[in-house]
């Protein structure tokens, strides 16, 4: 069987608002998807707006968020060199993968929902009948994509996301430049959730998403399996 090559974009974006403290990718929702995709075989290539290093949330390196995913990951060189020297997007040609992955953070809410070069890509990927898969905030990176018809292309798809309840959890609704949950829904997306911090990914189509961190491993299964069908 031929091997399979995911794309997986992260955000270059490491300022917090105006808060004066960083953000970035949260590590468990690109090591759990990434060390899956590679434990099957898979080729992984790593991109980011701005290209070279990409921030890593520094909440997310705290022990209370550490799984065995992001054990794996402290503990591989490689892998942190790949993190360290990600390509930059606008180089990245949508015909050299099979999927893309959009693991979260705050960071994507910046820079990856207007990002012209994403969203071209992920229009790209949908015309080609391939798969897009995003986990908690890097759903925003679905916000502006459009379809063939000109509709947004998350207009009446079942998407997921990190939910109002969330942010608010984490005490920063009044931070974000927007609330996930409802640019999804004003775009027209059938937004589905569970209970704060429990696991829930949805697939609708060629859209895989999920709800928060818990979520990544449920979104990264989902797109294995809608690639290997």
């Not at 990718?25 to 990434?34: I, K, N, R, S």
């Not at 701005?50 to 490689?78: M, N, V």
């Not at 990856?112 to 925003?140: M, R, Y």
């Not at 207009?155 to 996301?161: C, H, W």
């Amino acid at each position: 069987m031929q091997t399979k090559n995911i794309l997986m974009v992260l955000t270059s974006h490491a300022e917090l608002g105006n808060t004066g403290k960083k953000t970035g990718f949260w590590v468990e929702e690109f090591a759990a998807p990434y060390y899956a995709f590679k434990d099957a075989g898979i080729n992984v290539t790593l991109a980011s707006p701005a290209g070279g290093q990409a921030p890593i949330d520094p909440t997310s390196e705290l022990d209370d968020f550490q799984t065995t995913a992001t054990k794996r990951y402290f503990e591989d060189a490689e892998s942190q060199n790949l993190i360290a020297n990600t390509q930059v997007l606008a180089q990245i040609n949508s015909e050299d993968f099979d999927a893309v992955f959009y693991p979260g953070g705050h960071g994507p809410l910046w820079d990856l929902t207007d990002n012209t070069n994403s969203i071209q890509l992920i229009e790209q990927f949908i015309a080609a009948s391939k798969p897009v898969a995003a986990v908690c905030h890097a759903t925003a990176a679905l916000l502006n994509v459009k379809d063939s018809n000109g509709e947004y292309a998350v207009k009446g798809k079942a998407v997921s996301g990190f939910t109002n309840t969330e942010e608010d959890a984490v005490q920063l609704t009044d931070i974000v430049p927007f609330l996930l949950e409802d640019e999804l829904i004003k775009r027209g997306a059938d937004y589905q959730k569970v209970e704060d911090w429990h696991a829930f990914a949805v697939q609708d189509g060629l859209l895989i998403s999920g709800q928060n961190p818990a979520s990544s491993i449920l979104v990264a299964e989902k797109l294995m399996r809608q690639l290997n069908g």
